[in-house]
């Protein structure tokens, strides 16, 4: 029996997971009502445009073409689900572990990514083209061609589009290689970007910068309570974990990186929480706007399951 179960072990692929993952979330997503973010999102894509009061047009577009294959709460979610899932493939291919079982133990015990793996916000397409931009970065500092710099490009621009927050992973990716800054790739790849960014941000010029005057000013508090930290610290325990986050930041603690990626996602994921820290001093911060430091954190449990 025991020899039955290891070969069953044995014979679980990656992709066994990612299509499990997929179908627990499209049931979920089939059967339970919108939520209220997702309703204000679904009038967004009824009038689709470049740009909207509080976000960038992505969650838009995707729930617009979702709903051209299911009419109803599946084809609003539908992308966001493939785009979680397709995220969550592409973090363990960069993690180079092969431990597909413990790997679905992690996504499945942490509490925010169970939830947001088949809500249709603006998260969803962030993620995806996070470790998009991770995966391009990687091959970009191997081999600094036009190909490897126009994706580099597109993903940043992408990032962009789904949430601002894109711009820390750009800042911190920035910050912690500043030879880029010396790359006539990088530039190129950075002109790309802002090219493709620019449709957004006339929107926003025509707009009076609707969207920058909310979140750098719209959002603040009229003074600060000890609260906004103490809420934002435990609500990252609890939104990660709360018990797999003690593991995962155990291990982010004792990742010592290597290479110029391993440093990218070092300054990404501890930058990032520092940010969002600093921002509580201006008022509360939602849990799941530091989503993105789920790619490190994966990334080094799963290779602090190997040492």
């Known amino acids: 029996m025991m020899y039955l179960i290891q070969d069953l072990i044995k014979k679980v692929k990656i992709k066994h997971v990612i299509l499990i993952w997929i179908a627990i979330n499209m049931a979920s997503a089939f059967f339970s009502l919108l939520y209220a973010d997702e309703a204000y999102y679904v009038l967004f894509s009824k009038r689709l445009d470049f740009g909207y009061f509080d976000h960038p047009p992505m969650i838009a577009l995707m729930i617009r073409i979702g709903q051209f294959i299911f009419n109803n709460e599946l084809g609003v979610r539908f992308l966001a689900i493939i785009s979680v899932s397709t995220a969550l493939y592409f973090t363990y291919k960069l993690a180079e572990v092969h431990k597909p079982l413990l790997f679905f133990a992690a996504i499945l015990s942490i509490f925010g990514l169970n939830i947001i793996g088949f809500l249709a916000l603006p998260d969803s397409p962030l993620l995806l083209f996070s470790v998009l931009f991770f995966m391009t970065y990687k091959q970009f500092l191997l081999k600094e061609n036009i190909l490897n710099s126009l994706f580099l490009g597109l993903t940043m621009s992408a990032m962009l589009y789904s949430k601002y927050h894109g711009i820390l992973i750009i800042f911190f990716t920035l910050i912690s290689n500043l030879r880029l800054l010396k790359s006539r790739m990088f530039w190129f790849a950075a002109t790309v970007g802002v090219l493709l960014f620019i449709p957004h941000l006339v929107w926003q010029f025509n707009h009076d910068f609707v969207s920058i005057s909310y979140h750098f000013f719209g959002r603040s508090a009229s003074h600060y309570k000890f609260s906004f930290t103490s809420e934002y610290l435990l609500g990252q325990i609890l939104f990660y974990g709360p018990f797999t986050a003690i593991f995962m930041f155990i291990a982010a603690f004792r990742f010592k990186h290597t290479n110029l990626f391993e440093k990218a996602l070092v300054w990404n994921l501890w930058g990032i929480i520092g940010f969002f820290l600093l921002s ?28």
């Open 280 to 307: 509580s001093m201006r008022g509360r911060v939602e849990v799941n706007w530091t989503l993105p430091i789920l790619i490190p954190l994966l990334i080094f449990f799963l290779r602090y399951s190997i040492t």
